[in-house]
């Protein structure tokens, strides 16, 4: 015990010693080894910490391995139009998440935090939609709350819980109060308990945020449903396409990759080049009539002929 006490004795006055060489006072020297100490098992924790794969290996090798379940991805649609395939997307990765959890033997529900503004535009999650697509109504929760800030402290309690799988923030647009700060914390807190957070932004601009991905994304065209003969049934409409550009990365530029989302087996494909065009005299699934082509008709206006003035009624 004496050989210990004096070991440790030495050891303080030469950090004492460096501490002063180096013109920091003891203190800061010992918070800055706690510091490196904490960095280096949360680098160690990164390492062993499983990612979420998507199942396609360019895609998987442009994300280092897939999607991180302890930060934040960011599913950004550019218009509103496209809020649909942004969702779409939150979704799948979601059920995607539910077949590897369940592969694991944890049953954890996904809470999903619809911003107000963008539930007004978009609409809700619809249960028998989700089941189609591949979720568990009966683990899926949804939360509605009035205003923003009331969304970013729900968001925040959920993730700190660890209650839940995964965490779905949808919010449109690039408010103010939904900053930079805000993703910090947000991000802070998903990494404290290996918890990821995906964050669905409906109409929205590029910014400055502490996701580890940012992916872009737009709907594509469908192709025919499959038959297990390796025929196509025509007329029907195939498993939803994403066209998803990888904005923010390491990678030095964008990424762009189209992908197939089947809900049955839970599991993405790649698709090379879609095949939109029909069969030779074959319609769409809701045909109408077609119109003739105008002919017989002037090629230029008519010149406006004289301006006569008319008499007074009075």
Sequence with gaps: MAQTALARERLFALRETIARLEGKPAPALAAAEREALAEGRERRQERI??????????????????????????????????????SGLAM??????????????????????????????AGRPYAPGLKDFGLKPERFFHAAPRKLEDALWLAEAAIESAAFSAVVFEVRGN?????????????????????????????????????????????????????????????????????LTLEKSRNPAPLSFLLEWNPHEREFLPVNE?????????????????????????????????????????
């Design 49 to 86: 910490l499983p990612r979420l794969p998507f199942g396609v290996e360019p895609f998987d090798d442009a994300l280092e391995g897939g999607l991180q379940l302890d930060a934040i991805t960011e599913f950004r649609a550019a218009r509103s139009g496209d809020a649909g395939a942004a």
């Design 175 to 243: 408010p103010l109060h939904f900053g930079l700060t805000e993703s910090r914390r947000l991000s802070l807190r998903a990494r404290a308990v290996h918890r990821p957070l995906f964050l669905v932004r409906q109409a929205g601009e590029e910014e400055a945020s502490s996701a580890a991905f940012r992916l872009h994304v737009e709907p594509a065209p469908s192709d025919l449903r499959p038959l297990p003969d390796g025929s196509r049934l025509s007329g029907s409409i195939g498993n939803p396409i994403f066209r």
């Design 92 to 121: 799948a990765i979601a059920a995607r998440l539910q077949k590897q959890e369940e592969d694991t033997g944890r049953l954890l529900p996904l809470l999903w935090i619809g911003d107000a503004v963008g539930s007004l535009e």
């Design 274 to 314: 879609p095949s939109f065009a029909r069969p030779p005299g074959e319609q769409s699934a809701h045909s109408v009539a077609q119109l003739s082509a105008s002919a017989n008709g002037p090629h230029r206006p008519q010149a406006m002929g004289s301006v006569l003035a008319f008499e007074r009624a009075s």
